[in-house]
Nanobody
Framework: QVQLVVSGGGMVQAGGSLRLSCAASGSIFSIGDMAWYRQAPGIARELVATITRVGTTNYADSVKGRFTISRDNAKNTAYLQMNSLKPEDTAVYYC??????????WGQGTQVTVSS
């Protein structure tokens, strides 16, 4: 059984920073792409950032230059460093990973609230 555990959400003032972590555990042979999504109330879930196993990254235009996705393959963990946070970044953030070649797993959401 595979599990993704997300941590690091919270409340911060505009301009502040937060770091999210997504740790995979269980019967893992391989972890491929990992990604962060977010969903604000009344809005469809949106892709925030992705990272391949070798470290190639992509970002939504809305977070480019402010957010950084990274991963530690030895720890089966992905991170999302969020700087210069804005109130519009307020959402529930989710981690997703392709594990054991073709199975998509989701972590539980973590609330990020940015106050103005």
């Amino acid at each position: 059984q595979v599990q993704l555990v997300v941590s690091g959400g919270g409340m911060v003032q505009a301009g502040g920073s937060l770091r999210l972590s997504c740790a995979a555990s269980g019967s893992i042979f391989s972890i491929g792409d990992m990604a962060w999504y977010r969903q604000a109330p009344g809005i469809a879930r949106e892709l925030v950032a992705t990272i391949t196993r070798v470290g190639t990254t992509n970002y939504a235009d809305s977070v480019k230059g402010r957010f950084t996705i990274s991963r530690d393959n030895a720890k089966n963990t992905a991170y999302l460093q969020m700087n210069s946070l804005k109130p519009e970044d307020t959402a529930v953030y989710y981690c997703e990973a392709v594990i054991n070649f073709d199975v998509h797993y989701w972590g539980q959401g973590t609330q990020v609230t940015v106050s103005s």
